[in-house]
C-alpha cells in the first residue's frame, strides 16, 4: 500500500500569512493526490484535486503543486476561516485509496 | 443540490451487526461510483469500500474485507454497507461518499467530490 506522510502534523500562523502543508508519498503517485479540509464536527470538503485543480468555489488562496512523491497545498493570505484540518489523499494505486494523517491549522 | 444522508448507525456489542444506508439527491445516482469512509474518534480518515455505477465492480481495505459488503439500489438513490462480525476498532463516523472520477485529457482520477454529514457506529466490548 502507498502510504502518505503529512508535515507538519500541526502549525499555528496569523491571518495574512502564507502556510503549507507538505504530503509525502512512500512511492510515485504522479499527479494522483487530493486535498480536503475538515472543520470540526463537519464532514471532509474537497479543495484541490489531481494535485492542481481547484475545485469550484474554493478561494484562490488555496493552491496546491508536486508530482511524483513531493506535493504541497500552499495557503495564501490566510483567513480565519481556514481554521481546520487539511488531508492528502492519492488514488494512484487502488484499492486502497489512502489518505495522510492530517494537518491541523490553527490560527 | 447534491444530498447524502446516512442512517443506520447506533450502538451495538463486539460480534454484532449493522446496515448503514445512505440516501442520495440532486444528482443521477447512478452514473458515479460511490464509496464509505470513516473516521475513529480523534482519528484521521480510513476509505472503507467502493463500489462503482452499477455494481460491477467493488473494493474493501484489507480491514474490513470478508465482513463488510457494500451494495447500491439505483431505481431508489440508496447505497448500503452491510457489517458483520463488528470489532471495537470499527468504532467511527461512517460517511457516505460520492466520486464523480474526473478526467483531463490523459488520466482519470477518482475524486470524493461530496460527502454526507455522517452516522456514528459504536462496538461495546
Known amino acids: 500500500d502507498i502510504q502518505l506522510t503529512q508535515s507538519p502534523s500541526s502549525l499555528s500562523a496569523s491571518v495574512g500569512d502564507r502556510v503549507a502543508i507538505t504530503c509525502r508519498a512512500s512511492?510515485?503517485?504522479?499527479?494522483?493526490l487530493n486535498w480536503y479540509q475538515q472543520t470540526p464536527g463537519k464532514a471532509p470538503k474537497l479543495l484541490i484535486f489531481a494535485t492542481s485543480n481547484l475545485r469550484s468555489g474554493v478561494p484562490s488562496r488555496f493552491r496546491g503543486s508536486g508530482s511524483g512523491t513531493d506535493f504541497t497545498l500552499t495557503i495564501s493570505p490566510l483567513q480565519p476561516e481556514d481554521s481546520a484540518t487539511y488531508y492528502c489523499q492519492q488514488s494512484y494505486n487502488d484499492p486502497p485509496l489512502t489518505f495522510g494523517g492530517g494537518t491541523k491549522v490553527e490560527i | 443540490d447534491v444530498q447524502l444522508v446516512e442512517s443506520g448507525g447506533g450502538l451495538v456489542k463486539a460480534g454484532g451487526s449493522l446496515r448503514l444506508s445512505c440516501a442520495a439527491s440532486g444528482f443521477t445516482f447512478n452514473s458515479y461510483s460511490m464509496n464509505w469512509v470513516r473516521q475513529p474518534p480523534g482519528k484521521g480518515l480510513e476509505w472503507v469500500s467502493s463500489?462503482?455505477?452499477?455494481?460491477?465492480?467493488?473494493f474493501y481495505a484489507d480491514s474490513v474485507r470478508g465482513r463488510f459488503a457494500i451494495s447500491r439500489d439505483n431505481a431508489k438513490n440508496l447505497l448500503f454497507l452491510e457489517i458483520n462480525n463488528l470489532r471495537v476498532e470499527d468504532t467511527a463516523v461512517y460517511y457516505c461518499?460520492?466520486?464523480?472520477?474526473?478526467?483531463?485529457?490523459?488520466?482519470?482520477?477518482?475524486?470524493?467530490?461530496?460527502w454526507g454529514q455522517g452516522t456514528q457506529v459504536s462496538v461495546s466490548s
Open positions: 461518499v460520492r466520486d464523480p472520477g474526473y478526467c483531463d485529457t490523459s488520466d482519470c482520477y477518482e475524486v470524493f467530490d461530496f
Open positions: 463500489l462503482s455505477h452499477d455494481s460491477t465492480y467493488s
Open positions: 512511492r510515485n503517485i504522479d499527479r494522483y
